[in-house]
């Protein structure tokens, strides 16, 4: 059983930095595709950031330049960093990971972590 557990969400000002991280346990995902979603109130959930097995990233443009993900296989663990942060990014983010690229642009990875929140006030 997989679980995937996120921390480092939190309240921040327009222009700060947040850095999140997701802990994987029960398997190794170091070939896995892992990364982050997001869903603002009212809005349906979107891919923000994804390392395609580590070899590759992928940003939305609207993160494009101010977040960077990163993993570390020795840990089972990714992250987020979260820089020039804006009102917009204000959210419940979900850390997810999958074997096919197809399930995450799909948006159904096989696991999801259960979410923290980042809200960001101007």
């Known amino acids: 059983q997989v679980q995937l557990v996120e921390s480092g969400g939190g309240l921040v000002q327009a222009g700060g930095s947040l850095r999140l991280s997701c802990a994987a346990s029960g398997r190794t995902l170091s070939n896995y595709h892992m990364g982050w979603f997001r869903q603002a109130p009212g809005k349906e959930r979107e891919l923000a950031a994804i390392s395609w097995s580590g070899i590759s990233t992928y940003y939305a443009d609207s993160v494009k330049g101010r977040f960077t993900i990163s993993r570390d296989n020795a840990k089972n663990a990714v992250y987020l960093q979260m820089d020039s942060l804006l009102p917009e990014d204000t959210a419940v983010y979900y850390c997810?990971?999958?074997?096919?690229?197809?399930?995450?642009?799909?948006?159904?990875?096989?696991?999801w972590g259960q979410g923290t929140q980042v809200t960001v006030s101007s």
């Open positions: 997810a990971a999958d074997a096919t690229r197809a399930a995450i642009l799909s948006k159904h990875p096989d696991y």
